[in-house]
């Protein structure tokens, strides 16, 4: 996809089709004035006749435009004639995109970045067309026989004035770079667990790796992680047939003794449960438990292509969990990194074990900040839905500017507490801890267990089993939390250095 930003009056642009907004109560936009006047009055008929009536989200396609500039105009309804949430412009965009996957549409110019968002400038804007418009088009058909539903949109200008270019064109690299690190996690997401196992991710990570070369990678192989003492996470992989690797990738453009920050994603590229098997239904899913190492991949990207002025550690510890003659089974005793002995109470609490494991390597780093990102529960699901992330930490400061972070991006999270009093649900008779909580507060208790393996620096853990991919019809990797790390990392690379 070739992005733009076009400053030259609307007069003067040629394209495929052009989308303006249209506010409520019949008040165009300034663009979508533009053009009306430009085609003796085509917009002003429509919106009289009622066709529009301007509700954030509408949209109405004019097929038949005169001057032959343009095939066609999209007009997108904005709602109220006042600021737009960030939530309404994303909502505005999509309806916009969603409309437009028709094959005749090769190039479209963006006339929306010129509507007010409340506290946002035309560098959040152009941003963020470019990342809800590059989402959208996406389809996995890298398996389909039948390509023809791919998109056909080739090139997507967005109009701004040149007073404010500057802004739009560094928020052109910033959306094309989280685009692309989004694109990236949706795609091995959307992977199957036969084809994207953790040798192909580590190989993943090494062409990342080839193609920025300030991202220099590693891969540690079992006999590594075993001279380590990785006996969490090598309890998993011991039941799959598939190699386990603990992916490195050192991205080091910030100041020489800059402490990092360090981002760590589970990447199970199948979980079965182990022995604590799985029910049936809905476990094709489970291919998407490599999700956060994804998002980490895909965050290292996105950095690496905005060239951020930052040290950012990336670990990815990645697995299967499948059940076997040699698979972790309840009661099993086993000892981690750290030197704490965990019981196996339920195989299929997997995630935790190669996480403590990670989080202990990480110690090495002398990190700033350790962020790990995990579909770790499905209790997650039952306490936020698909909506924000879960979010939880021993820092509030770093939780403070996550929750920002992710407001800006418009992908959310929601702190949960991180109290003492659960830290009793993981007593174990047997070992040091359990690796289960029982059925209350799961999203709460597993994060009491990484904290564990978390308390030499400042840490946050994203639970994102609900937002890291949807599922029914429209299953499919969703490339969250990309933008929320983008944009922790874009506001730590500033607030550092200026
Ligand atoms: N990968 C799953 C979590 C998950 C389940 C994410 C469903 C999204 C949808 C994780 O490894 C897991 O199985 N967790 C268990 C923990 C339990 C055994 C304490 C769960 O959530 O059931
Ligand atoms: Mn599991
Ligand atoms: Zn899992």
């Keep these: ?205 090494l062409a990342l790796g080839q193609q920025y070369p300030s991202v220099a990678v590693k891969i540690l192989e079992e006999a590594d992680m075993t001279a380590l003492g990785m006996g969490a996470l090598l309890s998993v992989s011991r039941g799959s047939r598939q190699p386990a690797k603990f992916i490195i990738l050192d991205y080091q453009c910030g100041e020489k003794n800059e402490q990092p920050i360090v981002l760590i994603g589970k990447g199970l590229t199948f979980d079965a449960g182990g022995i604590s098997l799985k029910q049936a239904p809905g476990m094709d899913e489970m291919k998407y438990d490599m999700c956060g190492g994804a998002a980490v991949l895909g965050t290292l990207l996105a950095a690496a292509q905005m060239q951020l002025k930052l040290n950012i550690i990336g670990l990815v510890p990645s697995s299967e969990n499948m059940p076997d003659g040699d698979a972790n089974k309840p009661g099993d005793i086993l000892t981690s990194m750290s030197g704490k002995t965990i019981e196996i109470l339920n195989t299929d609490a997997e995630g935790r074990l190669l996480l403590c494991d990670s989080l202990t390597y990480a110690e090495r780093y002398n990190p700033d900040v350790v962020i790990d990102l995990a579909t770790l529960t499905g209790a997650c699901l039952v306490a936020l839905g698909r909506v924000p992330s879960g979010l939880l930490g021993n820092d509030d400061a770093l939780c403070d500017d996550l929750t920002s972070a992710g407001e800006t991006a418009n992908d959310s999270v929601w702190r949960l507490p991180l109290w003492e009093e659960y830290q009793e649900q993981l007593k174990s008779n047997f070992a040091d801890l359990a690796n289960v909580g029982g059925k209350d507060a799961g999203t709460i208790t597993a994060a009491c267990f990484l904290a564990k393996f978390a308390e030499k620096f400042r840490w946050a853990h994203l639970d994102i089993a609900g937002t890291a991919w949807r599922t029914g019809q429209t299953k499919g990797a969703t490339g969250r939390p990309v933008p929320l790390l983008s944009q922790y990392l874009i506001n730590r690379a500033h607030t550092d250095k200026s």
């Excluded at 003796?40 to 109405?60: A, F, M």
């Excluded at 941003?127 to 026989?145: C, G, M, P």
């Excluded at 990236?184 to 997401?189: C, D, F, I, Y």
């Design 1 to 205: 996809m070739n992005y733009s930003i076009e400053t030259a009056p609307l007069e003067e642009l040629h394209c495929d089709c052009m989308i303006v907004g249209v506010y409520q109560n019949q008040q165009l936009s300034p663009s979508a004035l533009a053009l009306n006047n430009s085609t003796s009055g085509l917009i002003n008929n429509i919106v009289s006749r009622g066709d529009l009536s301007g509700k954030n989200g509408e949209t109405v396609l004019i097929n038949a435009v005169p001057g032959g500039r343009i095939e066609c105009i999209l007009l997108v309804g904005l709602g109220e004639n006042k600021p737009l949430s960030g939530k309404d412009y994303k909502k505005a965009l999509l309806a916009a995109i969603n409309s437009l996957k028709k094959p005749q549409i090769k190039s479209i110019i963006c006339c929306l970045a010129e509507c007010e968002v409340k506290d946002r400038d035309w560098q959040w804007k152009s941003r963020h067309i470019i990342e809800v418009f590059n989402d959208a088009v996406y389809q996995f058909t890298e398996l389909k026989s039948d390509k023809e539903t791919e998109s056909k949109i080739e090139k997507i200008s967005i109009t701004a004035p040149e007073t404010e270019q500057t802004l739009a064109s560094l928020g052109l690299l910033q959306g094309k770079a989280i685009a692309e690190g989004m694109l990236l996690a949706k795609h091995l997401g959307d992977l199957p667990g036969n084809l994207c196992t953790p040798s192909f991710l580590a190989e993943q990570a």
